[in-house]
């Protein structure tokens, strides 16, 4: 029993270890929709949200009626003593008497309720939980678009690395061939051996690429794990292609958006900043004014020389006050004026930062529509490129085996095709993060 009971826990671990690996399988869209509910950054920033709304909450409710409770039990391990002068009670003038004034153990037990009927402090303070809670919405769209871009970017270097494999493993497969026939045609006598060291070297150093290609492809798919908020070995089907991606992001007419620097995020995160510094600044002036609480307490207390108070018989006696603080700063010896200039400095800073977020913005947009339209344009370009080199190579592979070619020009040809393949997936790879870029920037995520 003992034996089948160890094989059947094997399996069920076997089975578990199993669900844990099962294959993900991603469109580039299905990625993003994944990444913006399980990311840890995004997860965060929705935890931010809600932290926000209950800080608003606390500060809404820092001004509602507040009530606490106090209970004090006291016992004199020795009560303290007085002196009284005997002649109250019949002595002789000048002489004292000892006396204890209370009983060795008591019980006060007070209910409090304060109100706040005036505080500009409190006013300020459920305008800033307001911003603040504005802040973590904007944090929350910030760190969206940047989690966007990061598995747009992850999942296009996959991509590369994987369509990177496949054609370095073309080439060679092509090289091996051409290696095998030149060195028969050497072994022959009918060529020259420089022909074969040519080709040895040019397949050694594509080799040497697709062991590199090969690791980085490993560090791609982590990376896009990490990016999902998945287990960083988890296993991953991409179901778009490099290509595919490059096509369907093509789109000339998002050039034509008219950037707006205020609908980026960062200018309303720096336009939440300048709003929490003039709270600031309100804040310090708000010290200055009175303070007006009011208050009500009620309670028993109970004396005893023993501890009778869970005595039905033991007396209780009642007391309740009403009353109203007044609180008038008059003199600070310019410290309320300090803080105040110094909180309007701020803001004034944080109004230069505002213009100076703008012009950067539009610099930004500026620099995004150009890069995106210079990636299509270079990948319309590196296609043609990618054909010539293809043509050029076939000729002097056919140049090289009927002996009118060296194998010096073969190798040239063979290295500008190898370029030109490169270049080609890197283009594409551009196409789809720049327009990534310029929708970040102008905060208009557009769905695939």
Do not use: C
């Not at 207390?301 to 008038?328: E, H, K, Y």
């Amino acid at each position: 029993m003992r034996h089948i009971s160890l094989i059947l826990l094997l399996l069920s671990f076997s089975f578990s270890f199993t669900q844990e690996q099962q294959t993900s399988s991603f469109s580039l869209q299905e990625a993003i929709d994944y990444a913006l509910e399980n990311n840890r950054q995004a997860q965060n920033a929705t935890r931010d949200i809600e932290a926000a709304k209950q800080q608003k909450w606390e500060a809404t409710a820092s001004g509602l009626p507040q009530i606490s409770a106090k209970i004090d039990y006291q016992n004199f391990l020795k009560q303290q003593v007085q002196v009284i002068p005997a002649e109250f009670f019949g002595g002789n003038p000048g002489d004292f008497a000892e006396v204890v004034f209370g009983t060795q153990q008591s019980i006060n037990a007070f209910a409090i309720l304060n109100q706040k009927i005036f505080d500009g402090s409190y006013l300020v303070g459920l305008q800033s939980a307001k911003v603040f809670l504005e802040i973590s919405k904007n944090a929350k769209t910030k760190t969206d678009l940047e989690v966007r871009k990061a598995v747009i970017d992850a999942y296009g270097n996959v991509l590369l690395a994987e369509e990177s494999v496949i054609i370095l493993e073309r080439n060679i497969a092509v090289l091996e061939k051409n290696l095998y026939e030149t060195t028969k045609i050497y072994e022959n006598g009918l060529g020259e051996e420089e022909s074969v060291e040519q080709l040895q070297i040019t397949l050694s150093s594509v080799q040497s690429m697709l062991n590199n290609t090969s690791r980085l492809k490993t560090l791609a798919y982590q990376m896009l794990n990490i990016t999902l908020g998945l287990d960083v070995y988890n296993p991953l089907l991409l179901t778009d292609t490099l290509e595919t991606l490059a096509q369907n992001n093509m789109s000339l007419s998002l050039l034509d958006i008219e950037g707006n620097p205020q609908n980026n995020v960062d200018y309303q995160i720096a336009e939440n900043d300048t709003e929490a510094k003039g709270l600031m600044m309100k804040l310090e002036k708000s010290k200055a004014l009175p303070t007006l609480e009011a208050f009500i307490n009620g309670g028993y207390s109970a004396f005893s020389d023993q501890f009778t108070f869970t005595n039905s018989s033991q007396d209780w006696f009642g007391s309740s006050l009403i009353g109203i603080n007044l609180n008038i700063p008059i003199f600070s010896s310019g410290m309320r004026s300090a803080a105040t200039q110094r909180a309007k400095i701020n803001f004034e800073k944080s109004k230069i930062n505002l213009i100076e977020t703008e012009q950067r913005i539009k610099l930004q947009i500026a620099s995004a529509k150009s890069n995106y339209q210079f990636a299509i344009e270079d990948y319309e370009n590196k296609k043609e490129n990618l054909a010539l080199a293809e043509r050029i190579e076939n000729k002097n592979q056919t140049k090289f085996f009927e002996g009118i070619g060296s194998s010096f020009e073969l190798r040239q040809a063979q290295t500008q095709l190898y370029t030109a393949q490169q270049e080609l997936l890197q283009a594409m790879l551009d196409v789809v993060n720049s327009k990534a870029e310029l929708e970040t920037v102008l905060n208009t995520p557009i769905n695939n």
